[in-house]
């Protein structure tokens, strides 16, 4: 979790004056003097890994040595007291808040006490959580192992506190990831280089994952569920491990009762995935699931999809659907409750509205009170409804399952993570201010190269208010600052700011705008040089200063940084660079006009592609010493956008390129951003704002703040924007806007020109 404490770290130096120290801060290991950390004599296994993990951290950073010792009662000395607020231990300190911690989910405080530190929890895991919270304010970064981001060496390290210490809980109770896709990079890694042994995503591979999560305040897998994977319940020692780790396991939109399709039903030994023709066979099916896991922690889905993700067998009408599918959810009720001897609303569940669930849902389908409503964006990024008034009053509350990285049509991007960072906050903060505070799941891929994005959105989990619509970036100085050091900071930001930014004009992905299911062909990007000021080697020109800024910062990246330096700025960013250049230049080659550009530009075109290919190979054979061996692929699903365009683009696509070239080249274009606008008046407490970080220009425009509310005639907000034509004549007005979803899907946006009639208009 980023915070901007801080952190203090110095070397001792005998000056001859005695320095004033602010009593908040704790000096946590001193060259002087052994750190002694204190636990209680029953103190959980799981708080104890954190434990042993957090002195293995100081030690390698300080050398200094850390002695862990249990005891009853505080004692007189120094010392680093941790535990449960429950432990015989913790309850001898005589601190008011450690008290209210009693009965909170997942809640710590740390604080320093007489010549002493706290770390408290309200339970374990938020015990776990106060101690990788010290870690990280100590610049200990939670990728320390799936980033190789080593901390560099310090003889003292100084913990730099609030005067009232630190008392967090997490603003959405459920928290984490899900893993998917994985048939590029994470199952041909774990399979290959991480667990032969297993020869799939097994044990020791959800082990890294779990400690990964619980150093980034999460709670909650998805595991990897594509037909590469043998099911995480089919796997000796997964399901171990989630309880050793204390995770909370759950499963995506399309396995109901923890049951992965694709790799467990048999037809052959089964029939038919059908609830209305085989129902006895599905509940046998599902039961035998929950019959196993009854001492775990799970959060069940519940409902009904096919087999993969597509839709319900059964029912040929709509109405015939939704009268199954309310017939499966009133099966699963009865049968969870039966076998865990439970309230049915005691059972944390959730129903994923993906896909064509959302529209038997929005077509009347009737969820239990008790059930998580779980919304979905669009695969894009956009969320496609949230809860109204009567369905925030559900008792189940609601969640989002959200996309980081996405396979599926019209377009994949399983490669680079290049999700504007501000996007992801202005949609989740809209989610929560609108009741979406159960569940929150984001799609990551592989994790890696995902990094920065999974972090952020995991960190809005824990502290929605973290940031605002003017803040966000500060979030990724204080990431940059704690992986390369708080000189690099403001290079590193802004680099990936300017990385997502162009991604969010055209992913790197679907630089060919080529479908999947079905495949078609690359074609030429609509980026071209004959309107806007030439705006393709413009892009160009935009990606050769970001590699350059890259380059020019690298020199002063230390040494130790520099693995995790390739894999968290320099891959994704020259990578997208490439395969824009890859595009680009063969597009540049295809309108030049003389035989010697020609081939100039095409072979631009395939050093980019060779380019890509080399970063790979550096990735996969010697970073970090072939640890990441078959983790990253350059083409995922081998799509044709990650070819060598020459010859690709279609011959009748390119000609009407051109002629929309020439065409707009004769037109005059008049251009102004969201946040240039001149007047802005808001209606019934909506006002006008920016979104600092999101956008074409960085500068997006919204109302705030972003609940849902419908305004009547009469009522409409409006912004004013002034410009100058040079002549009279006929104009084409656009107007962007980011595609995001209103509950009816009835947005409705009205044009006026100076004093001529109001025109509305439905966008959909």
């Not at 030429?524 to 380059?551: C, K």
């Amino acid at each position: 979790m980023i915070k901007n404490f801080g952190f203090l770290a110095s070397i001792i130096m005998l000056t001859g004056c005695i320095q004033k120290t602010n009593p908040a801060n704790f000096i946590i290991s001193d060259k002087n003097e052994i750190t002694h950390i204190y636990i209680d004599e029953n103190v959980d296994s799981l708080i104890t890994w954190a434990i042993n993990d957090f002195a293995d951290d100081i030690e390698d950073v300080t050398g200094n040595k850390i002695i862990i010792e249990k005891c009853k009662t505080i004692r007189k000395g120094k010392g680093i007291y941790i535990g449960e607020f429950k432990d015989p231990l913790i309850k001898s300190i005589d601190n008011e808040q450690i008290k209210k911690l009693n009965g909170a989910w997942e809640k710590y405080y740390i604080k320093t006490y007489k010549n002493s530190l706290i770390i408290a929890g309200s339970d374990i895991r938020g015990t776990v959580y106060g101690i990788f919270e010290v870690a990280e304010q100590l610049g200990i970064s939670p990728w320390k192992w799936w980033a190789d981001v080593k901390p560099l060496s310090r003889e003292t390290l100084t913990l730099n506190l609030p005067e009232d210490g630190i008392t967090e809980s997490p603003s959405i109770q459920y928290r984490g990831i899900f893993l998917n896709d994985e048939d590029w990079g994470l199952q041909p890694w774990a399979a290959k280089t991480f667990e032969t042994e297993t020869g799939d995503i097994g044990p020791k591979t959800y082990e890294k994952i779990f400690q990964l999560l619980l150093r980034l305040k999460a709670n909650t897998i998805w595991p990897a569920m594509h037909p590469c994977t043998k099911a995480f319940y089919q796997i000796q020692g997964n399901n171990e491990m989630a309880k050793k780790y204390h995770i909370v396991v759950g499963t995506s939109h399309c396995e109901p009762m923890l049951r992965n399709n694709v790799s467990e039903w048999d037809s052959e030994q089964y029939g038919d995935y059908n609830f209305s023709t085989n129902k006895k066979a599905v509940c046998n099916y599902w039961q035998n699931r929950i019959d196993e896991i009854t001492e775990a922690e799970n959060i069940f889905t519940v409902g009904m999809r096919g087999i993969h993700d597509g839709h319900m067998q059964g029912g040929s009408y709509l109405t015939d659907k939704k009268n199954i599918l309310e017939n499966v959810l009133e099966t699963q009720q009865e049968m969870l409750s039966k076998t865990e001897k439970q309230d049915i609303k005691s059972i944390p569940q959730i129903i994923v509205l993906y896909k064509e669930v959302l529209q038997l849902y929005n077509s009347g389908l009737k969820v239990p009170d008790d059930i998580t409503l779980m919304w979905c964006d669009d695969n894009y990024g956009y969320i496609r409804r949230l809860s109204d008034e009567s369905e925030n009053k559900r008792a189940g509350s609601s969640g989002v399952y959200y996309h980081l990285s996405y396979w599926g049509r019209p377009h994949d991007y399983l490669w680079l993570s290049t999700t504007q960072p501000a996007l992801i906050w202005y949609e989740m903060y809209k989610a929560y201010v609108n009741g979406a505070k159960k569940i929150w799941i984001a799609n990551v891929g592989d994790i890696k190269p995902s990094e920065y994005n999974m972090e952020f959105f995991l960190d809005l989990a824990w502290n929605i208010d973290m940031v605002d619509n003017n803040t966000i970036n500060k979030h990724m100085k204080a990431w940059a600052s704690r992986e390369f050091g708080e000189e690099l900071a403001d290079g590193v930001t802004e680099i990936l700011t300017e990385y997502y930014r162009l991604a969010f004009l055209r992913r790197p992905e679907f630089m060919g705008w080529s479908q999947v299911e079905p495949q078609t062909f690359t074609r030429a990007s609509e980026f071209n040089s004959n309107v806007d000021g030439n705006e393709l080697d413009r892009r160009i020109s935009m990606y050769n200063e970001l590699i350059t800024m890259a380059d020019q910062l690298k020199k002063h990246v230390p040494a130790k940084k520099l693995y995790a330096w390739f894999q968290l700025v320099e891959y994704p960013v020259k990578c997208a660079a490439m395969i824009n250049y890859n595009f680009l230049y063969a597009q540049k080659a295809k309108e030049a006009t003389d035989l010697l550009s020609r081939e100039k530009y095409s072979q631009l075109s395939k050093e980019a592609y060779q380019h890509i290919k080399k970063m790979t190979s550096f990735y996969n054979e010697e970073l970090s010493s072939g640890k990441w061996r078959h983790m990253m692929s350059m083409n995922p699903r081998k799509l044709k956008v990650f070819n060598i365009p020459e010859n690709l683009f279609v011959e009748h696509e390119n000609n009407a390129m051109v002629n929309t070239q020439q065409e707009a080249k004769s037109k005059q274009r008049i251009f102004f951003q969201a946040d240039e606008y001149v007047k802005a008046k808001g209606k019934l407490n909506f006002n006008w704002g920016e979104i600092n970080g999101l956008g074409y220009s960085n500068r997006a425009v919204t109302l705030m703040p972003f609940r849902i509310v419908t305004f009547k005639e009469g009522q409409h907000p409006w912004i004013e924007y002034v410009f100058n034509a040079e002549q009279a004549g006929e104009f084409e007005l656009q107007v962007r806007f980011l595609p995001t979803h209103s509950n009816n899907f009835d947005h409705r946006i009205g044009i006026q020109i100076d004093e001529h009639e109001i025109k509305t208009f439905f966008i959909n």
